[in-house]
């Protein structure tokens, strides 16, 4: 989100057999370019991520770009107590702004009523990005022409 509460986003695709942790520097880079692109002032903005992303390189890149990470904690593997409630107690202090993120869940929800990008079916990266911005379009389409 910029510091207008824009919501901006990337897309990377792979394999289908690719974690999304192992997209997110080409993610980030690609989102820095698209930001500067676009004229957009993202310095100390946050960057909301679920757990999944929650590693210390990815705090470590996130703060390099001049952002502001909202990942909230993974705590499987954690038995220390304290390191436990020292992570959730930071995690506290910017919660209200994860929260926001049901937004970005919600746009990916939409691309869900789409068969063909429930399960990337393509082989090709073209095609696969093709019905992705297809179904975007019918999306936006919708919304704008919604019956009144």
């Given at each position: 989100?910029?510091?207008?509460?824009?919501?901006?986003?990337?897309?990377?695709?792979?394999?289908?057999?690719?974690?999304?942790?192992?997209?997110?520097?080409?993610?980030?880079?690609?989102?820095?370019?698209?930001?500067d692109l676009l004229g957009l002032?993202?310095?100390?903005?946050?960057?909301?991520?679920?757990?999944?992303?929650?590693?210390?390189?990815?705090?470590?890149?996130?703060?390099?770009?001049?952002?502001?990470?909202?990942?909230?904690?993974?705590?499987?593997?954690?038995?220390?107590?304290?390191?436990?409630?020292?992570?959730?107690?930071?995690?506290?202090?910017?919660?209200?702004?994860?929260?926001?993120?049901?937004?970005?869940?919600?746009?990916f929800a939409f691309e869900d009523?789409?068969?063909?990008?429930?399960?990337?079916?393509?082989?090709?990266?073209?095609?696969?990005?093709?019905?992705?911005?297809?179904?975007?379009?019918?999306?936006?389409?919708?919304?704008?022409?919604?019956?009144?």
């Amino acid at each position: 989100m910029d510091n207008n509460g824009n919501i901006v986003s990337t897309v990377v695709s792979a394999p289908v057999n690719n974690h999304d942790s192992a997209l997110f520097p080409e993610s980030l880079s690609n989102f820095l370019d698209t930001s500067d692109l676009l004229g957009l002032d993202i310095n100390e903005s946050y960057l909301t991520l679920d757990s999944g992303f929650d590693s210390e390189h990815n705090h470590t890149i996130i703060r390099e770009a001049n952002l502001k990470p909202v990942i909230k904690p993974n705590l499987r593997g954690l038995k220390n107590r304290t390191k436990i409630n020292t992570r959730l107690d930071r995690f506290e202090t910017i919660e209200s702004i994860y929260k926001q993120r049901h937004n970005v869940e919600r746009s990916f929800a939409f691309e869900d009523t789409y068969r063909k990008l429930v399960i990337r079916y393509e082989r090709l990266k073209a095609t696969f990005l093709g019905f992705r911005y297809l179904a975007y379009s019918l999306i936006n389409f919708r919304w704008i022409f919604r019956a009144t």
